[in-house]
């Protein structure tokens, strides 16, 4: 009996032992004032890193994808074990802003996100899903690093609900090499010299421009944009669609196609830089986020002979204008959490330091909203487009930039009716009007 009462005793003391220190069968769990379970340990894990989404389109062939990308590793490091920024590769600018449209119209936004025009950034902060950033915008320590009033050129109803990033000059780029070889010795100043220059290229078997319809029609729209600067000035774009200047230039574009290669219709941006890449086109209008890959892509010797100029003047009017736009807005979704709002400043301030945008404009030929010396452009075509463009007669933004979304999405059908002789000049224009919703 003894012996039975000791046996006993042994196993009561082992099992209150096991459980005082969880035993080796424990769950993880211990029960809560309310009666529920808990996992051990879940409090200080959430508190240990706060992941960031960030959906981007700096990746792949990007000309910023390799620095950008070594931007959010070099962060990601910085703040180990705190904060982590997780990119998702977007690859398509077009499904991209797509994407972006649906999450928001559901009710849900990325935590760190970007738009490429500011009628996106306009229609996003209608979602109420938008980061307030104005007070931290506003400080010394941010306000001081863009250049002089892109801070304001994102306000929507007074509010900062994003930021301009990439702000880019767009010239118009000409194979010197290719001029000389129809016999023309200086870039054109006015559209009468740039037909003359077009019939000679064509007579040597060269395309003299480069044009698309397809996809957002890029190249083409911005040659529009050039013609709506040549036909309505700096102004242009403020009296709308029914200002005459957008017929005129409808019909400058429409003569274009007459100086293009023969697949133009239906053609898209990788069609399009083949023929200026490898010296089959002449005349060309792209971003000088380009230029890296003018360099990298290019048949030998062809950055060399890339010559840059402004717009076209008509009629002795409104020559010498380069297209400057914000090429992307950064922004945020709003956050419950004040601990990921301050994730999401220090993120921003990270990838808006002096060095890092250095880094970033040389390796692309991208420039950006954020002040950096003149000096420290390395690269020379870049340093050229940059000083001839704030010595411009005057700036304007491009037509993508400065319509509503909806009229920007209808361009490229309407041009297509344009070139195939669907619609006429008036037409064209009718066409985006139809678009128009406000």
Known sequence: MKRRLAVLLIICILASIMAACGGSGDSGTTDTAGGGMETAGAASSNEEVIELA????????????????????????????????SIEDQTDYNAYRDKLRTQLSTGSAPDIFTVESYADLELFSESGKLMDLTEFLGTSSMADRFR???????????????????????????????????????????????????????????????????????????????????????????????????????????????????????????????????????????GTWILGRILSEGVEGLYDNVEVGPSLSVDGENGGAYINVIQSYICASAQEDPAREEAIQKFFEFITQEDKIVELTN???????????????????LSEVVKKANDAAFTVGHFQGSVETAVANAFASALESLVLGDVNAQGFVDMLKKAETK
Not at 63 to 79: C, I
Not at 194 to 223: H, R, Y
Request: glycine share 8%.
């Open 54 to 85: 960030f959906p981007c389109i700096w990746v792949g062939t990007d000309s910023k994808a390799e620095v950008f990308g070594q931007m959010v590793r070099d962060f990601n490091a910085e703040y180990d074990g705190q904060i982590k920024v």
């Open 148 to 286: 002089e009033g892109l801070i304001d050129a994102s306000l929507v109803d007074g509010i900062n609900y994003g930021f301009a990033y990439e702000n880019v000059f767009v010239p118009i780029m000409y194979n010197s090499s290719l001029l000389k070889e129809a016999g023309i010795e200086t870039i054109p100043e006015s559209y009468d010299q740039l037909w003359t220059a077009c019939e000679a290229l064509g007579e040597k078997g060269i395309f003299p421009t480069v044009q698309m319809t397809n996809d957002n029609a890029w190249f083409s729209m911005l040659w529009y944009s050039y013609a709506l600067a040549s036909c309505g000035g700096a102004n242009v774009y403020e009296n709308g669609l029914d200002d005459p200047a957008f017929v005129e230039a409808a019909g400058i574009l429409k003569k274009m196609f007459d100086y293009t290669s023969s697949d133009a219709v239906g053609a898209d941006a990788t069609v399009g830089n083949g023929h200026f890449f490898n010296e089959r086109a002449a005349i060309y209008t792209n």
């Open 363 to 381: 390796s692309s030929g991208s420039t950006f909203a954020i002040t950096i010396p003149d000096t420290s452009i390395e690269d020379v075509l």
